[in-house]
């Protein structure tokens, strides 16, 4: 199992990518805006602590972020985790709407 290294720029790069800002991200992960700022300050350190861990990883999913590790020579960074193709498809099967029938799935 591959180990990507998050650290304070990359949550913050993701975020801005994203365009959500602090309170949100913070409240999706389940942390404080302050214990946010305090990873992101942080810079280039690791974040270490399985709870922050698994709190930004929740945040990032949700928001549709994915962090890339170091490889190939090149540094790690930040990727929209769905395609300009993918965000217009789901957002037209988010749009139906309609009336729900008894076909549908519950």
Request: charged share 25%; proline share 2%.
């Amino acid at each position: 199992m591959i180990e990507i290294k998050i650290t304070g720029r990359l949550i913050a790069a993701a975020r801005a990518l994203v365009g959500v800002p602090q309170a949100d991200f913070a409240a999706v992960a389940g942390l404080t805006q302050t214990e946010l700022q305090h990873l992101e300050a942080s810079g280039s350190a690791r974040v270490t602590e399985e709870r922050e861990l698994a709190a930004v990883g929740k945040a990032l999913d949700h928001f549709g972020a994915v962090i890339l590790d170091e490889s190939n020579g090149m540094g790690a960074g930040v990727r929209l985790k769905f395609s300009r193709m993918d965000v217009r498809q789901i957002t037209r099967l988010e749009s139906e709407g309609g009336a729900v029938g008894a076909d549908d799935s519950p």
